[in-house]
């Protein structure tokens, strides 16, 4: 049997638009002579669609595409797409062939966590997804079906000899391996053979990384996607038989690799599929705005990224030097605009209601604001999107400033600690001839730059300490007893918890990004605003 795989990457919407990637998946499919082709979970829709679900004529609409779609698949398909029985509405899979519908499966599992709603727009399914083709006997299965041992015991015992699962696996760090382990653990325990395509691309704040995959019954891989890129894999095998022929295998990507693969993807295809072509980035001179530069430029081609200097009383000679040396080592288009000038007429303005106090936040917030304003002007004059550059450390603790560094249509960075930042820098650096971000900025102390001699430390713990007790309490819920319990000072903990919670109607405000960890900012994490558990 020759199974494919095509790993697309649809937009969320574009029903037309997906169904011409589907058509034309199925046309290289059929080309390399496929028994079977296997498209992504809602790949017809895009996923996820929201609420656009609860538009009628959008569920109609995917239907009528799904029509045209199986009109064209002369060979079996199976294709995602949404399925509307009376009022209900089910995560669906049709079997194509002979140019026509012969089955459709609805998906049993239905997640409900972290990022996911489907039991907000979708029926369960009761159903197995059991076909003979050519003698032997498949399971159809839709993502979570395939992490319920239960489902693949009971199909396997319904005679099937081959699982199918159709995927939209949202990423983050290490989710590649942990889902390649289940998979094969499925098809081992089962004896059976286990053909998976996953989705591929980016969709807001979410990446999905394709590595589609086929397991033979011993738990080889012999079959592998590409990591973050549309993909048609190709894998012959026999069932019944404990072992293939090995195909193509995509190499294993991980580590900091996987995560900056993912910004990219992530990031690349926000500004396109929103119709967008350039971005425009505040450079500081700061590791934040150079890593977020060097992903831009990867993602869109430096011809497409704008670095704008906007120094003020306080900025250190280095931090534009730095800056310069960046944008030329990227290739990137730079301009300068001083903030002195806006700063000075506001400080002018604003000196009657400040008179009689001392010099602060206040101040200092105003200068990353007038920065804002001038990013935002560029973008309105030119199209550009502006990239907010603040990381997970910084937003969590509400280390910067509304309506001033905040200010962006997205932003990359959002859910990366400030110590992988270093990380994804020097693996960046690592990966060229020469380095892309200076060593300077590497090396130079994290600094906002809106008072003399500030630091970041000033006002945070050290990073290392600062992101291990944020990866505990936000990612992993832990209570403040708990943390302490580690070894971390109580001083510290409380102080944390107390601004991460206090800065939660900042977040709320804040651009999208890209999710990166098991728990992100945002869909995954939703705390009240007003809220004093305390931890």
């Known amino acids: 049997m020759r199974v494919a795989l095509a790993q697309i990457n649809p937009t969320v919407g574009d029903i037309q638009g997906n169904m011409a990637r589907v058509m034309r998946a199925v046309q290289a499919a059929d080309d390399q002579g496929a028994g079977i082709t296997i498209l992504p979970e ?51 899979v049709a079997l194509c062939g002979n140019n026509r519908v012969l089955q459709v499966y609805h998906k049993r599992r239905l997640p409900n966590y972290g990022v996911f709603d489907e039991r907000r727009y979708f029926s369960e399914g009761v159903a197995p997804g059991l076909t003979e083709l050519g003698g032997t006997m498949f399971a159809t299965t839709i993502c979570e079906d395939i992490w319920t041992p239960e489902l693949a015991e009971e199909a396997v015992r319904a005679g099937a000899t081959l699982l199918l699962n159709v995927s939209a696996s949202p990423f983050h760090a290490g989710k590649g391996a942990e889902r390649e382990d289940m998979l094969r653990a499925r098809a081992r325990d089962n004896g059976v053979w286990l053909a998976y395509c996953n989705l591929v691309g980016g969709q807001d704040e979410l990446v999905f990384d394709g590595r589609s995959v086929v397991i033979s019954p011993s738990g080889e891989v012999i079959a592998r996607g590409k990591a973050f ?143 804002g304003t001038l990013l935002m002007a560029l973008s309105n004059k030119f199209g550009w999107l502006t990239l907010a550059t603040g990381n997970k450390s910084e937003l969590s603790v509400g280390y910067s400033t509304l309506y001033g560094d905040m200010v962006g249509g997205y932003a990359p960075l959002k859910d990366v600690f400030k110590t992988r930042v270093y990380e994804l820098a020097e693996w960046r650096n690592g990966r060229s001839e020469a380095a892309v971000i200076p060593q300077a900025i590497i090396d130079k102390a994290p600094s906002a730059e809106l008072r003399p001699d500030q630091t970041d430390q000033d006002s945070l713990p050290p990073y290392d300490v600062l992101d291990a007790v944020l990866s505990r309490y936000v990612e992993g819920d832990d209570s403040r007893n708990d943390i302490v319990s580690t070894g971390f000072s109580a001083d510290v903990v409380d102080r944390v918890i107390a601004l991460t919670d206090r800065s939660e109607y900042k977040r709320r405000q804040g651009a999208p990004g890209i999710k990166i960890t098991p728990k992100a900012f945002g869909k995954d994490r939703r705390m009240p605003i007003t809220n004093q558990y305390g931890g």
């Open 229 to 371: 890129e549309e993909d048609l894999v190709i894998a012959d095998f026999t069932p019944g038989a404990k072992l293939g022929a090995s195909a193509d295998l995509a190499p294993v990507v991980e580590g900091s690799h996987e995560v900056y693969s993912a910004l990219v993807t992530g990031l690349g295809d926000y500004v396109r599929k929103n119709g967008f072509s350039d971005v425009a980035i505040g450079l500081s001179g700061g590791i934040d705005s150079a890593l977020t530069a060097a992903i831009a430029a990867d993602a869109l081609g430096p011809e497409h990224v704008h670095g704008v200097l906007m120094p003020s009383r306080y900025s250190s000679g280095g931090s534009v030097e730095d800056s310069l040396e960046l944008a030329s080592l990227l290739g990137i288009e730079t301009r300068e605009l001083s903030v002195e000038p806006a700063f000075s007429a506001l400080l002018e303005t604003l000196a009657p209601s400040f008179e009689g106090t001392d010099s602060g936040v206040a101040e200092e917030n105003l200068q990353a604001r007038v920065r």
């Open 42 to 92: 809602l790949v017809l829709t895009g996923y996820p669609p929201e609420d656009l679900l609860l538009k009628e004529h959008f569920v109609e609409d995917n239907l009528m595409a799904l029509e045209q779609v199986s009109a064209v698949c002369g060979h079996f398909t199976l294709v995602g797409f949404v399925d509307r029985v009376g009022e209900n509405l089910y995560n669906a």
